[in-house]
Nanobody, 122 residues
């Protein structure tokens, strides 16, 4: 499956962005999706994941209550709605997909998008 992440940009602290992850090449409903982020000089960090059937979601503690992951299998697209953004949310955000259950570790994922940059100014 090929993934294309989009929706990043520059936003002020307290603002919102919605990232999209468009999939092609396979039946998206068979895949769990994860969002990860990587700030300069830092390791890739788990943000959120959703199961293939969209029944199960899980967020990192750092974004719980602010970010929401969703997935529209009919549109082959996953989303990350980000509200109440903070400067420490600044990073390149990546979407990833895997067959099977939702997962929070990068090594669990077989397919990756190219990343989209989110910059939050204070």
């Amino acid at each position: 499956v090929q993934l294309q992440a989009s929706g990043g940009g520059l936003v002020q602290a307290g603002g919102s962005l919605r990232l999209s992850c468009a999939a092609s090449g396979r039946t998206f409903s068979n895949y769990a999706v994860g969002w990860f982020r990587q700030a300069p000089g830092e390791e890739r960090e788990f943000v959120a994941t959703i199961s293939p059937s969209v029944r199960t979601t899980y967020n990192a503690d750092s974004v719980r209550g602010r970010f929401t992951i969703s997935k529209d299998n009919a549109k082959n697209t996953a989303y990350l709605q980000m509200n109440s953004l903070k400067p420490e949310d600044t990073a390149v955000y990546y979407c990833a997909a895997r067959r099977g259950s939702a997962a929070s570790t990068p090594v669990s994922y077989d397919y990756w998008g190219q990343g989209t940059l989110v910059t939050v100014s204070s």
